[in-house]
Structure formats: structure tokens, C-alpha cells
């Protein structure tokens, strides 16, 4: 999905006002940019049912280069990780269903 496709889902799924693309665009782009501003003030951002984000940092380390095998300095970064909702991840990919185990057989 496209961010276009996503703001024209805002267009056709909201009910309660008609939205033009600008005002869609807008609350796609607000709703994205507050989710950025949590992750980097807070260090998270929870949303229930949909998951968590989370700011990761990464220490400086000693790697090596895997052409020559010399070792190099790896500076400190950071990253954004997501961790799924349990009810995401059913609606997303429902679990197969469990098999039933075999009645054992009494030696005789």
C-alpha cells in the first residue's frame, strides 16, 4: 500500500465528514509525524492492538571487514523496531490449527 492509497482509504472509510484529499493528507501526515515524535521523545510509542515501536541504541563496537578481515570501528546508531500485537499478528496470519496427537497404543 501506497501512502496515496492509504489517504484515499481515509477518504472512503470515513463517514462522519467529507474529506478532501488535502484535509486526508494532512491527518495521514499528522497521525505519522506524532507516532515520530513519541518514538524519539519517549523512546516508544504504543498503539493497543496494533503493536509497539520502539527507539533501539546501538553501542560503538569493533566489527571486521569481511573482505580483508581487518578490524573496523562501528559507530554508535540507532534504530526503530516494532514489535506486533498479538491480535495483529491473528488477523494478520492466523495460526494453523492444531493437530489433535495420537492416541498412543497399548503393547500387548
Same mark, same amino acid.
Given at each position: 500500500? #501506497?501512502?496515496?492509497? *492509504?489517504? +484515499? +482509504? &481515509?477518504?472512503?472509510?470515513?463517514?462522519?465528514?467529507?474529506?478532501? /484529499?488535502?484535509?486526508?493528507?494532512? &491527518?495521514?501526515?499528522?497521525?505519522? %509525524?506524532?507516532?515520530?515524535? !513519541? &518514538?524519539? %521523545?519517549? /523512546?516508544? *510509542?504504543?498503539?493497543? $492492538? *496494533?503493536?509497539?515501536? @520502539?527507539?533501539? @541504541?546501538?553501542? !560503538?563496537?569493533?566489527?571486521? @571487514?569481511? /573482505? #580483508? $578481515?581487518?578490524?573496523?570501528?562501528?559507530?554508535?546508531?540507532? #534504530?526503530? #523496531? *516494532? +514489535?506486533?500485537?498479538?491480535?495483529?499478528?491473528?488477523?494478520?496470519?492466523?495460526?494453523?490449527?492444531?493437530?489433535?496427537?495420537?492416541?498412543?497404543?497399548?503393547?500387548?
Amino acid at each position: 500500500m #501506497t501512502k496515496t492509497d *492509504f489517504v +484515499r +482509504r &481515509i477518504r472512503t472509510e470515513t463517514t462522519k465528514a467529507s474529506l478532501t /484529499q488535502e484535509a486526508a493528507t494532512e &491527518i495521514a501526515d499528522l497521525v505519522f %509525524d506524532t507516532i515520530k515524535t !513519541a &518514538i524519539k %521523545d519517549e /523512546q516508544s *510509542f504504543r498503539f493497543p $492492538g *496494533f503493536g509497539t515501536f @520502539n527507539l533501539k @541504541n546501538r553501542p !560503538a563496537r569493533t566489527g571486521r @571487514n569481511p /573482505q #580483508t $578481515g581487518k578490524p573496523i570501528k562501528i559507530k554508535e546508531s540507532h #534504530t526503530v #523496531t *516494532f +514489535r506486533p500485537a498479538t491480535k495483529l499478528r491473528e488477523d494478520v496470519a492466523p495460526a494453523p490449527p492444531k493437530r489433535k496427537k495420537a492416541a498412543k497404543k497399548k503393547s500387548s
